[in-house]
């Protein structure tokens, strides 16, 4: 899991990493790689480091601070330690060569059981222009800003923005409360 991003100094070219310690590095100009594909191959990484930090934590209720305050408590000179963030290496058993993706692609369903909730939305983006579901996948979906989709589209950001405010005024009109 990559926690640090690439200083600007050295984005002109990107490094894979692999798991048995082996580096690939691309350059623009080599192979029909473009500058632009360095650019976002940086940016997913920023995404995913953005995510990773966030995600370290999960929210603590009231009561689970006060939980964990009485535990330290009973037990002087420790730290309460918590696992929760579930990794994908824990669920699936590969060679660490294989993308989790794909092996979560395989195991999720899109008809598998979900909420009344979920399943309205699906139908309301169902109904949305294609534009719109391209920018509701990359932004709300995926996590992508709003100027990372700008530049995969070739749009400006303003466009994208209105894109994003229109979604989200059809789904407010059209989730049923």
Not at 7 to 32: C, D, L, M, W
Not at 36 to 57: A, P, R, T, V
Not at 65 to 70: G, S, V, Y
Not at 112 to 134: A, G, P, Y
Request: proline share 2%.
């Amino acid at each position: 899991m990559k926690s640090h991003k690439t200083p600007q100094k050295e984005r002109g070219s990107y490094t894979y990493h692999f798991n048995n310690g082996t580096k690939v590095t691309i350059k623009p100009g080599e192979e029909g790689v473009t500058e632009k594909i360095i650019k976002k191959l940086h940016s997913l990484d920023d995404s995913e480091i953005y995510y990773n930090f966030k995600n370290w934590h999960r929210l603590i209720s009231k009561q689970e601070k006060q939980d964990i305050k009485e535990w330290e408590k009973k037990h002087p000179g420790e730290k309460y330690t918590e696992v929760w963030n579930l990794s994908l290496d824990s669920i699936f058993e590969d060679d660490g060569n294989q993308d989790k993706c794909i092996l979560l692609s395989n195991n999720i369903s899109i008809n598998d059981e979900v909420s009344d909730e979920v399943d309205e939305l699906r139908t309301i983006v169902s109904k949305m222009t294609e534009r719109q579901k391209q920018i509701y996948k990359f932004h709300f979906l995926e996590g992508y800003s709003l100027t990372e989709i700008a530049d995969i589209f070739n749009l400006s950001i303003s466009v994208v923005h209105k894109h994003k405010e229109k979604i989200l005024k059809f789904i407010k009109e059209n989730f049923k409360k």
